[in-house]
């Protein structure tokens, strides 16, 4: 008689379960699929979600090199018995080997540190420690920091501790000092400026590089300076929309994370045009953070911008989040950092608010 082979435990009947985040991303060929699935069956592993995708385009990038076209890219969350995946990381090598792998394994019970940096505009912020007092966003806020001291109250509510670092054109250069060492000081993996008018100094925004996003309007590179809301409202536009990217040296021009835009008509004064962009940039900071905090994909250097491809705006990354939340929001803006060449964002100045 054949002996049929004991069927794997589902997570609550593991003892003491820790889910890990498996993100990998190599050469497309047959078989990667069954490899990884096979490797977790076999050790009794539970794959609770698992989403891939194969970018086959073709062509040369925006920048003129090769695209990361012939890849493939994989994310699977698994539970196992805890710290058994210590024991597996090893055997797990020989496949990831095989099939030239760039990987890591998450786990998911460790969050990520997020420093906040604020100016005077509260409505990012606000969203954002809602969404982390309700656990929607899985974090750890140790601090926020901001270079004027209106949000303060806002931080005490919450009970993290607020650092105002008062900036003028003197003292800039200290005071960013002072701030790299504060996002050190607190450990930070991830630093999140939400709505912070200062234009970080090139030499910070390379030390934070895959480590910073910011969240602004649409309007640049048209609208620039004050008021932009009132000079799109004397223009006529009909759509709103806001940009989640990471930072970079070049003002505005990192990948681009999240997008989303709302049509508006003749009908809305500017005080409305603002109310629907606060709204919109809540929304698209808050996708762009858990996003970037549920480990899409595995680091990995761009070929052209030289930044690591988890924090790249590729459609194999918005394609896993995608089948993660199932769904695709009308009005979405897509820019794919290998196929359309950014938009120089010009700005004379530093911002200040």
């Not at 005490?156 to 200290?174: G, Y």
């Not at 970079?248 to 999240?258: A, K, S, V």
Request: aromatic share 8%; hydrophobic share 40%; net charge neutral.
């Amino acid at each position: 008689m054949a002996m049929s082979t004991p069927a794997a435990p589902r997570p609550g009947q593991l003892a003491q379960a820790s889910q890990y985040i498996l993100t990998m991303s190599c050469p497309d060929t047959i078989g990667i699929v069954a490899a990884v699935s096979g490797f977790l069956a076999k050790h009794g592993c539970f794959i609770n979600e698992s989403s891939h995708f194969g970018d086959t385009a073709g062509g040369e990038s925006a920048a003129g090199g090769e695209s990361a076209a012939g890849r493939f890219f994989m994310r699977t969350v698994f539970t196992t018995a805890a710290g058994a995946w210590k024991n597996l990381e090893g055997e797990f090598r020989t496949i990831a080997e095989r099939f030239a792998m760039e990987w890591q394994a998450h786990d998911s019970a460790v969050r990520q540190r997020v420093v906040i940096l604020v100016s005077k505009a509260d409505h990012c912020l606000s969203d954002l420690l809602y969404r982390y007092r309700t656990k929607q966003l899985r974090m750890t806020v140790p601090a926020i920091i901001s270079n004027h001291p209106d949000l303060a109250p806002l931080a005490e509510w919450h009970e993290i501790p607020f650092h105002h670092l008062p900036v003028t054109p003197q003292t800039k250069p200290e005071q960013e000092q002072r701030l790299s060492r504060l996002i050190e000081e607190y450990d930070a993996d991830l630093v999140v400026l939400a709505r912070y008018m200062q234009i970080l100094s090139p030499a910070l925004c390379e030390k934070l590089e895959g480590r910073a996003i910011n969240i602004h309007h649409s309007f640049l590179p048209s609208f620039k300076g004050a008021k932009p809301y009132h000079q799109a409202h004397e223009r006529g536009v009909k759509l709103i929309g806001a940009t989640a990217h990471y930072v970079t040296p070049d003002l505005d021009e990192g990948p681009i994370i999240e997008q989303a835009a709302e049509r508006v008509d003749h009908t809305y004064t500017p005080q409305d045009l603002i109310a629907v962009g606060r709204d919109i940039e809540n929304l698209v900071l808050a996708r762009a953070l858990r996003y970037h905090l549920e480990h899409p994909r595995p680091a990995q250097r761009h070929p052209n911008s030289g930044l690591p491809l988890d924090r790249s705006p590729s459609r194999a990354i918005r394609t896993l989040l995608r089948a993660k939340y199932h769904r695709f929001e009308m009005g979405l803006l897509i820019v794919t950092v290998y196929k359309y060449p950014l938009v120089k964002r010009a700005c004379n100045g530093a911002a200040t608010a």
